[in-house]
């Protein structure tokens, strides 16, 4: 079955310090995968998303990604944190028909910044 | 940018009454809208697919009686919670398929809180 693992619920880093979130996901075709950020009490927006390709993936606020097909990872990573990207962060995995397909979600990390 | 209301933002409601949360494309028409559960601190949880037109596909585990999705229109979908329970509450969260925007071109709306007392 599919799935997509988080490994760090928490994870604290200070503002101007290089972030990595981990991602791994569970999928026997190739996989759509894709970052996205919640903001308390907010929907989600879409950082950044991997559908083929060139495996490093730009996204939306300075934040990048890696697709290993040999490690089944997707790990999102920001140079130089900022305090305004304190938020929690969702991996996924899409799952059928690109218009109508399903996202499956990790279990999300939060991502604390520290002045 | 393309923009998805969710209404109302947060309710209270008593147990044993029934609530609807609405999900509105405001300005591009969504043949497909997803519903989303979200506990705190937790995933969400995909609970339905809902399509115009026709019945809504719900999740395993997903009660269709409890949960009543609609989707009448292009641009507004919604989700029914029939006499809600305390463990109804939750967060809720619709996306919806804009067109042209490739695959998994999702937009999420900003959720609804839902409280049952």
């Known amino acids: 079955a599919q799935s997509v693992t988080q490994p760090d619920i928490h994870i604290t880093v200070s503002e101007g310090a290089s972030l990595e979130l981990r991602c791994n996901y569970s999928?026997?075709?190739?996989?759509?995968l894709f970052w996205y950020v919640q903001s308390p009490g907010q929907g989600l927006q879409l950082l950044l998303k991997?559908?083929?390709?060139?495996?490093l993936v730009q996204g939306i606020k300075g934040f990048e990604a890696e697709f290993k097909r040999s490690q089944s990872s997707f790990n999102l990573r920001k140079p130089s944190v900022h305090w305004s990207d304190a938020a929690e962060y969702f991996c996924?995995?899409?799952?059928?028909?690109?218009?109508?397909?399903?996202?499956?979600f990790g279990q999300g990390t939060t991502l604390q910044v520290k002045p | 940018g393309a923009v998805v209301s969710q209404h109302p933002s947060w309710v209270i409601c008593k147990s044993g009454t029934s609530v609807k949360i609405e999900c509105r494309s405001l300005?591009?028409?969504?043949?497909?809208m997803f519903w989303y559960r979200q506990f705190p601190k937790q995933s969400l949880m995909l609970m339905a697919t809902?399509?115009?037109?026709?019945?809504?596909?719900?999740e395993q585990g997903v009660e269709k009686d409890k949960f009543l999705i609609n989707h009448a229109s292009l641009t507004l979908s919604t989700l029914t919670v029939t006499s809600a329970h305390p463990e109804d509450s939750s967060f809720y969260i619709c996306?919806?398929?804009?067109?042209?925007?490739?695959?998994?071109?999702?937009?999420f709306g900003s959720g609804t809180r839902l409280t049952v007392v």
């Open positions: 996306s919806a398929s804009r067109p042209g925007q490739g695959a998994y071109g999702y937009t």
């Open positions: 999928y026997g075709a190739t996989p759509y």
């Open positions: 991997y559908f083929s390709g060139d495996t």
């Open positions: 996924a995995v899409g799952v059928g028909s690109g218009n109508t397909g399903k996202l499956i």
């Open positions: 300005d591009f028409q969504a043949t497909t």
């Open positions: 809902s399509n115009e037109g026709s019945k809504a596909t719900y």
